[in-house]
């Protein structure tokens, strides 16, 4: 082989490693920014469910709360109910037996 045909094979060969080195640096690079993205993504969608999850928790505390809401009301309305039917003298003593309860010092 001739010094030229050598020269020509070992600067064609560092010219290959500089560009494997190139190519390498781009790929480490871009590694980088998609681990980045990757990061950014995964905090956003976190911050998302969270968000999530607690209007799911309010939610479910408002349906809870409204249920116990339409059971109380449920049970005033029956208890309105049969006190309506009651006769002025059932209900004068219904009433003042209640009053005997919460007034101190009154007996029934």
């Known amino acids: 082989m001739k010094i030229e045909t050598l020269s020509a094979i070992i600067r064609l060969e560092k010219e290959i490693r500089e ?12 590694l980088e920014e998609v681990l980045q993205d990757g990061k950014e993504e995964l905090a956003r969608e976190e ?20 249920k116990r809401a339409d059971t109380i009301v449920a049970e005033a309305v029956a208890r309105a109910d049969r006190l309506a039917c009651l006769d ?21």
């Not at 190139?22 to 690079?29: C, D, G, K, P």
């Not at 911050?47 to 409204?66: E, F, H, N, P, S």
């Not at 004068?92 to 007996?107: A, C, H, N, T």
């Open 19 to 30: 560009q494997l080195a190139l190519e390498q640096r781009r790929a480490e690079e871009r």
């Open 47 to 66: 911050a998302r469910l969270q968000q999530k999850m607690a209007a799911a928790v309010t939610t479910a505390r408002l349906g809870d709360a409204r």
């Open 88 to 108: 002025n003298e059932s209900l004068k003593q219904l009433v003042l037996g209640e009053l005997s309860r919460v007034v101190p010092g009154r007996k029934r």
